[in-house]
């Protein structure tokens, strides 16, 4: 599959963006109710982990979850993911992309992460030696993303089933408690990989004509 160049500098910035400091932290694409950030980050209590989420709904529902376990170095953003990607993060700024269950775009394969141009541009953001773990109970949707990594992306992985006792997302747990396969896929940036981001700085909130976007 060719897959053209991502055009970075036409993404507007999120309604109530707000910039973020270039340390080093960790990312949820897709983040729902927040279950898996709020166990990760427990379990990691030192680490910054961004949980975004475009669905008002279930992010609004990780907001009061969040008060009611607070964690220091968790930050829901109520966003999309392309734009605040684009605008919030720094060259090889992340440790680790997480990207549970995404939806897999039965009618729109190109919308499917590693069929994305955006897909080269998050790497980019991506620390060399630094991960995304993409996981799925879609066997084909594995699959495809696994050739991608070899075709496409060139880049090294390892493909994982998950165990039966996971919980590490509301929809891993209805999975697999209906016995359904669920794998993932641990993507690695290899040290001297490159992209044509890489010099690419976060956009922190302005448009295309370099104007504060108002909307």
Request: proline share 9%; charged share 20%; aromatic share 10%.
């Amino acid at each position: 599959m060719l897959i053209r160049q991502f055009q970075a500098q036409r993404m507007r910035a999120p309604r109530d963006f707000q910039p973020i400091p270039d340390t080093p932290i960790y990312v949820e694409i897709g983040a729902g109710k927040g279950r898996h950030a709020l166990l990760f980050t427990a379990e990691h209590p030192q680490v910054t982990l961004y949980a975004i989420e475009r669905t008002r709904e279930k992010f609004v529902a990780m907001q009061k979850q969040h008060q009611l376990e607070p964690r220091e170095h968790l930050n829901p953003v109520h966003a999309d993911a392309l734009p605040w990607v684009v605008h919030a993060l720094f060259p090889t700024q992340v440790e680790q992309f997480f990207i549970l269950y995404p939806n897999p775009e039965p009618h729109n394969p190109a919308q499917r992460w590693l069929n994305m141009p955006f897909f080269e541009f998050l790497l980019s953001r991506l620390k060399p030696n630094g991960m995304i773990t993409l996981a799925s109970n879609i066997p084909a949707y594995i699959d495809e993303a696994e050739q991608q990594l070899i075709d496409v992306w060139k880049l090294p992985y390892q493909k994982q089933k998950i165990a039966t006792d996971s919980a590490r997302t509301h929809f891993e747990i209805k999975y697999l408690e209906r016995g359904e396969l669920c794998q993932q896929l641990l993507i690695t940036k290899p040290q001297h990989y490159q992209t044509r981001f890489d010099d690419f700085a976060p956009l922190q909130g302005r448009n295309i004509q370099g104007q504060p976007d108002g909307e």
